[in-house]
């Protein structure tokens, strides 16, 4: 099992151009979502999604679109890339079935792609 | 709305020494869910625990415990005989009490430098 997968790992953008990191999951998760890490920001939820078609807003979302076609991935698009947008994306994916008094680790976090914007 | 504070923003003890790390939350649910994660300088995220707002049992897993004390909304994390692999970003999250989305709300870390 290869978990959560996120490409590309590193990626350098000139301001205005628009591009996708990719976030793929093998384990047939239902939940997945994308988040930025601000240095001395912690994490902060840009999109999320309960199941292939449904996406919703989280805490960040401007200047961000996903889309959920399949359970499997869940891509996070730049339309017009901003230095703001400068950041490490993590992906996470959990399963519907995980039962909070498991002991077990929930999410699963991707390797994070860390994103430069000139 | 909900908030987690780490107030300590950066630690530095020297080897075996006992360090405790700070997490205050703040929720107006009555069921949540609490985690620790560890990020190393390789930057991936390290799932370390997760407790329900229902059990107030404090937890020990090696040279890691883990406080949770709902009459001061804290949630502790202990490391005993502190070791220089030890050394990363700690976050503290919390997660919506229904627990059917994916949402995390994070702390903004806390720095821990193990010297030897």
């Known amino acids: 099992n290869a978990g959560v997968t996120q490409t590309p790992k590193f990626q350098v953008l000139k301001t205005g151009q628009s591009m996708t990191l990719q976030c793929a999951q093998d384990m047939n998760h239902e939940y997945m979502s994308w988040y930025r890490q601000d240095p001395g920001m912690g994490l902060r939820l840009i999109h999320y999604s309960v199941g292939a078609g449904i996406t919703d807003q989280g805490e960040v979302p401007n200047g961000y679109n996903v889309s959920r076609s399949t359970t499997e991935d869940f891509p996070l698009r730049l339309l017009s890339a901003a230095p703001s947008q400068t950041s490490v994306y993590f992906c996470?994916?959990?399963?519907?079935?995980?039962?909070?008094?498991?002991?077990?680790?929930?999410?699963?976090f991707g390797d994070g792609t860390r994103l430069s914007i000139l | 709305a909900q908030k987690v504070t780490q107030a300590q923003t950066e630690i530095s003890v020297v080897e075996k020494e006992d360090v405790t790390l700070d997490c205050v939350y703040e929720t107006r649910d009555t069921t949540y869910y609490l985690f620790w994660y560890k990020q190393p300088p390789s930057g991936e995220l390290v799932f370390l625990i997760r407790r329900n707002s229902f059990d107030e049992q404090n937890e020990i897993s090696g040279r890691y415990s883990w406080n949770f004390q709902k009459s001061t909304s804290s949630f502790n994390f202990t490391i005993t005989a502190s070791q220089v692999v030890d050394s990363a970003v700690y976050f503290c999250?919390?997660?919506?009490?229904?627990?059917?989305?994916?949402?995390?709300?994070f702390g903004t870390g806390t720095r821990l430098q193990v010297f030897p």
């Open positions: 999250a919390l997660s919506e009490g229904s627990y059917n989305t994916d949402k995390l709300i």
């Open positions: 996470a994916s959990r399963s519907a079935r995980d039962a909070p008094s498991y002991s077990n680790q929930p999410q699963h």
